[in-house]
């Protein structure tokens, strides 16, 4: 029998607390107040050891086994809560037509708009931006990087920035899955500061960079603090985490 791989995530009273709805509904009495108490460990294995962490690089049948855990690590601009309902997580608000976010053209192109959250941050507190958005666009519809390539790719048209938390993706033809650009259905956005300079300089090395993996850098709630190979992987609660406002 194939051993199990461990995954421990460590503060996850934090991840709870910025899930928590808010708003709303009459004031709830206090609860008595309780001695402060230290992070709280969860310890789970999974069946395999995830061979990365960004989603292009783990190959389909991996990403979508029980047990995944990359969605802990790198959220998109939005996600599929579990109503099947796409949120906003990183973006401000979801593009549609009733936003005005989402427009389709007579000639049949269609241009969609994102507003990052200006709280939002990569784990190492760099400031989640229209440039990286611009970057991984840039990054997807390269033909020398086929690994990070999807269907959509070939659809969009161009992804232009606008201002310092804006771009806009133009759109050769009319696709559904629009609004799901830049999430893990089509590409999770890229740290441009971390990996600009090694995409100019080989890109036939660039899906081997450990950012993939034991580097990893992403936004989303919990972010990688150790991971011995063959072993066990270790999260903790990322304190830059954007969500809930």
């Not at 421990?8 to 709830?28: D, E, F, M, R, Y």
Request: include cysteine; proline fraction near 9%; aromatic fraction near 8%.
């Amino acid at each position: 029998m194939a051993k199990a791989f461990a995954v421990a995530v460590i503060a996850v009273t934090a991840l709870i607390a910025s899930c928590a709805p808010h708003g709303g509904g009459a004031a709830q009495p206090s609860a008595p107040s309780r001695p402060a108490s230290g992070p709280k460990r969860i310890t789970v294995a999974i069946t395999a050891e995830p061979p990365a962490l960004y989603y292009a690089l783990i190959p389909s049948p991996i990403r979508a086994s029980p047990g995944s855990i990359q969605e802990f690590s790198h959220l998109g601009l939005t996600i599929f809560d579990n109503r099947g309902v796409l949120q906003p997580v990183l973006a401000e608000a979801v593009p549609s037509i009733e936003n005005g976010l989402w427009r389709v053209f007579a000639d049949g192109q269609m241009e969609t708009t994102w507003k990052i959250k200006p709280q939002a941050r990569w784990q190492d507190g760099t400031p989640l931006t229209a440039d990286d958005l611009a970057f991984t666009g840039g990054v997807v519809q390269d033909r020398e990087l086929p690994v990070f390539r999807d269907k959509v790719s070939e659809v969009v048209e161009s992804v232009v920035v606008t201002d310092p938390s804006t771009v806009v993706a133009r759109w050769k033809r009319p696709l559904i899955e629009a609004d799901t650009l830049f999430t893990s259905n089509i590409s999770l956005p890229m740290p441009k500061h971390l990996l600009e300079r090694a995409f100019a300089e080989s890109k036939a090395t660039f899906a081997d960079l450990p950012f993939g993996s034991q580097e990893f850098v992403g936004a989303g709630p919990f972010k990688l603090k150790e991971w011995v190979r063959g072993s066990h992987l270790v999260l903790a609660a990322n304190e830059h985490y954007a969500s809930g406002g």
